[in-house]
Every structure is written in C-alpha cells, then in structure tokens.
Nanobody, 119 residues
Framework: QVQLVESGGDLVQPGGSLRLSCAASGSFLSITARGWYRQAPGKQRELVAR???????TYADSVKGRFTISRDNAKNTVYLQMDSLKPEDTADYYC?????????????WGRGTLVTVSS
C-alpha cells in the first residue's frame, strides 16, 4: 500500500511564503508523476503544479512565477515552494502521486494540508 503524507500548511500573511512537502511510503515500482492540487471552500479541486518523471513541470496560470514544484527522488518527496502568497491561495492542498505497482498504474492522494493566507 502506498501512502502520502503532506506537511507545511500554515497561516501566513499576504506576500509571505510557505513550503509544502509530500512524502511517499510503501511499495511501488516507479513514480510516473507527482502533483499538487488545491480545493478552496465551495470550489472544485484544481491542479496547481505537476512534475513528470522526466522533470517536466506544469503550473496553473494563477500560480506561474510564484510557485515552484520540485522533487527529491531519493526521499520520494515532492515539494511546493509558494512565494508571494495571496488570499485567493487559501485552500486545502493535496498531493497526488501516479505510481506503478505490480498490478498496474495507481493514483494515490494525500489527506491534505491547509494553507490560509490572511492578515
């Protein structure tokens, strides 16, 4: 079984920074992609940033130039550096890993970490 644990969510003032982490544990053959999503109250979950196994990155237009996704393959961890935070960034942030296990492809979600941007 593959499990993801996010950390780093907090209350931060507008203009501030936070770094989210998501560590994977369990048994899998490979990781094909890692991503961060967010869901604000009353809204649908949306993609924030994604990094492929080859290192290619994708960002939502709303976070381009402010957020950076990175990974540490040795630690099976993905990070989201969030700078110049805005109140509209307030949401629950979830990581998702696309992994390969003996039975096939699998998508695994973390439980989420809350980011609140407010003065």
């Amino acid at each position: 079984q593959v499990q993801l644990v996010e950390s780093g969510g907090d209350l931060v003032q507008p203009g501030g920074s936070l770094r989210l982490s998501c560590a994977a544990s369990g048994s899998f053959l490979s990781i094909t992609a890692r991503g961060w999503y967010r869901q604000a109250p009353g809204k649908q979950r949306e993609l924030v940033a994604r990094i492929s196994s080859g290192g290619s990155t994708t960002y939502a237009d709303s976070v381009k130039g402010r957020f950076t996704i990175s990974r540490d393959n040795a630690k099976n961890t993905v990070y989201l550096q969030m700078d110049s935070l805005k109140p509209e960034d307030t949401a629950d942030y979830y990581c998702k890993y696309s992994v390969v296990v003996p039975s096939g492809a699998l998508e695994v979600w973390g439980r989420g970490t809350l980011v609140t941007v407010s003065s």
